[in-house]
């Protein structure tokens, strides 16, 4: 399981390097480099932080994404989880942020 960047929508902002556990991504002239794929273990932090969706996070068929790419973009407290399908469909998730761990 691991994340891909765009490097053409990353920024540079460094959140993504702040926030994940494994410090995996590192800072390469200005823009975020995913650097040990294979030690991401998925946690999707990164993904959530990045303010402009420049990060897709790899939706295999062991959690039944079949190859899909996920990636959030925000609008306020809103998250838009976007799901773009391997046969070219794409389908989007909004989930408040507010209310996202009440049980
Ligand atoms: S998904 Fe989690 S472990 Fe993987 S690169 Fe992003 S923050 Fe790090
Ligand atoms: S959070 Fe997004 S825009 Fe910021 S450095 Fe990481 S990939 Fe680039």
């Not at 993504?16 to 590192?26: D, Q, R």
């Not at 969706?53 to 959030?72: C, E, H, P, R």
């Not at 046969?87 to 049980?103: A, M």
Request: hydrophobic content about 30%; overall charge positive.
């Amino acid at each position: 399981m691991s994340i891909q960047i765009n490097q053409q929508k990353c920024v540079g902002c460094g959140q993504c390097m702040e926030v994940c556990p494994g410090t995996l991504i590192e800072k390469e002239q200005g823009k975020a480099v995913m650097r040990y794929p294979r030690d991401c273990w998925g946690c999707a932090s990164c993904v959530k932080e990045c303010p402009v969706g420049a990060i897709g996070f790899f939706l295999g068929a062991d959690i039944g994404g079949n190859g899909s790419v996920m990636t959030v973009t925000k609008d306020g407290q809103i998250l838009h989880w976007n799901i773009h399908k391997s046969n070219g469909r794409e389908v989007t998730i909004d989930v408040d942020r507010r209310s996202s761990n009440k049980y």
